[in-house]
Each structure stands twice: as C-alpha cells, then as structure tokens.
C-alpha cells in the first residue's frame, strides 16, 4: 500500500487528490450540480428521432440526455416515463448519453437490474479464475438480475461478493420505491461522491488519508492522519497545474503535447532535451517511449479524458520496440479504474486507444 489520499475542506467545497508516490493520479472536485456519469433519472420521453433510432429524453426543467433505442429494452414512445442512467457526461454541445440498461457498480460487482447477462471483467485473464467468477455469478445473481465481475473480485472470497450484491440489491430496491412517488422528470440517484468511488477503486491499496477535516470522515478501516494543508505539504497544485497544460514535461526532458478535440484526443511524443545518454538510437526511443505511455496514462486518468485517443510516439524501425512500448502502456492502465483498451498501431505508425468516459 504507497498511495495517500489527500482531503481539503475549504468554505463548504472538497477537494480530493490521490497520489502514489510523488506522481498525482488523480484530482476531484466535489461541486454538486450538474449532469454526471452513473446518475440515474426518472425521464420522460422528449420526442422520437426515427432517422437516428433514438430518442431525447428530458431529465429535468433544462436538460435533455440523448437514448439510442439500441440501449433499450422495449422502444420507447414520446410521453413514456422510464429511468435511464448516464452513460456518458454532456461533452460540448452533446447531450448526455443515456441508457435504460441500469448497472450499479460496488467494490467486487456490478449489478445489472433490467439484464440477466453474466460478465468477467477483461482485466482477469486467467482462465480457471474467469470460469470461477462465472459460476460465483451464476449463483449469487438474484432473480431477473445480472452481475458483471469487477476486476477487484479476482482471488476474493465468495462471502465478500454475496455482501456486495447484497448491497447494490438493496439500493436498487430503495430507487424503485422513490420511483413509485416521484414526479417526471427527476433525479432518483446522484453519482456516488469522489471519496467513496477512490476506497471502492482503490481498495487495499490506501495507505492512510490526510486531511484538514478528519471529523467529516464516517469510520474508515485505514489510518486519517490530520494535516492543516495537505496539498502544500505535497505540492499538489503546482502538479496540477503542470498537468493540465497542452505541454506536459517528462522526467527524462521529453515532453507530450496533448490537443482534444470533439472527435477524438491526439497526444504528440517529443524528445525535447532527452539524449539518452550511451545508448543506441533505437533504445533511446524505446526508453523515451515508455515513459511517455507511462505518463500518458496518468494523464487520461488525472483529466478524466475519454473516447478516442490518438498517440504519436517517436518512430521505431523494430517490432519488439513497438511491442515494449505497447505493453508499457497496457500496463500503466490496468491501475486506472475506468476501461480503457489499446487497439495497437495503426499502418501510420499511430498508437491507437479507447477510454470509457466518465
């Protein structure tokens, strides 16, 4: 356990940062308000885009969330009233991506209420582990329900995973109650706060929680250590900072240049001032270029960057050096705990990848 979570509390607003080491990883805003991934709403049908198979459903006085009938059980009519779950935040112009396939996520599982599809998560490869997960989903799923099995179930105990479904089974239960009184169109449950989603995903490898305010902390099972400015014991806006910018340095003196775009994010490798001392060119590259993912997976994570991403890493003439550095960065996103998968390089020598947005 080497990573610290660090909590201020400055006039009613927290911010939250999660560090291993001296490397920033993450970085939360607790504001409130607004259109937000894994909330779930009691909508009502808007109108019906036939062209599109879709539909806009309003989800409040001002916002709209867009559903393709894809994401459907039954195809929806204007004036119906469903819950639907934020699939993807508004981006831009967008509106937000909606589905009524609702998934409640917990530290082991994830509960699929209006589905009965069984799931490993892709990060568990061993076969026998998958083929235990199954059949662990198979008895502990309650009836018309699904479980998908989280990375975190890997090696877990049987017990531990019926507690955690136990759980989400219960909070299912309480939003369809509120759905019963509610009046359409309304939020029946928000996304759960940044602290809460950094102990679910990080579990176990917390090694204590520095803050200026130990006494809005409920009971945890890791050390609170009280600290009246955590983030400048630890320099955690200037690393911020640095880490927003279009150009971000890496520690060998190479640098990334990171351009979004609506469609898609390019991240351009550099050399800048990194020489690599004695070796050869082409393991200079290599060594460069494997910082560079390292770092790039950092920097999706800390961004909270989705959808396409493009990476131009300085060119490689041999294959092993591009399978070194594609590993590399398959490697430094297994710790993020939003999907993301690396579908290899392009004929233009382009690394390309997908991030879930969150």
């Not at 920033?24 to 779930?40: H, K, S």
């Not at 036939?50 to 894809?70: D, I, S």
């Not at 179930?153 to 369809?176: F, H, K």
């Not at 060594?287 to 960057?305: G, P, Y």
Request: neutral net charge; charged residues 30%; glycine residues 8%.
């Amino acid at each position: 356990m080497s990573k610290q979570i660090l909590m201020e509390v400055r006039n009613g607003q927290r911010e939250i940062a999660l560090l291993d080491g001296k490397r920033l990883l993450a970085f939360f805003q607790d504001t409130g308000g607004g259109v937000e991934a894994e909330q779930i709403y009691f909508g009502v049908v808007d109108r019906i885009v036939k062209g599109m198979e879709a539909c806009f459903v309003r989800l409040g006085k001002e916002q709209v969330g867009f559903l393709p009938f894809a994401e459907c059980m039954e195809k929806p009519r204007s004036g119906n009233k469903l819950l639907v779950q934020v699939k993807k935040p508004p981006i831009g112009e967008k509106a937000p991506y909606l589905t009524a396939d609702i998934a409640l996520a917990g530290r082991y599982v994830i509960l699929t209420p209006c589905s009965t599809r069984f799931a490993v998560s892709q990060k568990i490869t061993a076969e026998g582990e998958r083929a235990r997960l199954k059949s662990i989903a198979a008895r502990l799923a309650p009836a018309g329900c699904g479980l998908v099995m989280r990375t975190e179930s890997a090696d877990a105990g049987e017990e531990d995973m019926a507690a955690d479904t136990a759980s989400l089974l219960q909070g299912w239960n309480e939003i369809r109650e509120k759905q019963k009184t509610a009046q359409a169109p309304c939020m029946l449950k928000g996304r759960e706060d940044a602290l809460s989603r950094l102990l679910r995903d990080e579990h176990g490898e917390i090694s204590e929680i520095l803050t200026n305010a130990p006494e809005v902390l409920p009971s945890l099972p890791l050390p609170v250590r009280p600290c009246e400015n955590p983030f400048d014991l630890y320099g955690v806006r200037t690393k911020l900072e640095k880490s927003m910018q279009r150009k971000v340095w890496l520690d060998c003196g190479g640098y990334l240049v990171i351009d979004k775009t609506e469609a898609l994010t390019v991240i351009d490798v550099n050399s800048g001032k990194f020489t690599g001392g004695k070796t050869g060119t082409e393991n200079t590259f290599v060594k460069l270029n494997v910082e560079a993912a390292q770092e790039t997976a950092r920097i999706l994570r800390l961004r909270s960057i989705g959808g396409i991403v493009i990476i131009d890493f300085v060119d490689m003439q041999a294959e092993e050096s591009r399978a070194a550095v594609q590993k590399a960065l398959e490697d430094a996103l297994r710790d993020d705990p939003v999907k993301a998968v690396v579908h290899g390089f392009t004929t233009l020598g382009l690394m390309e990848m997908t991030r879930k947005k969150n």
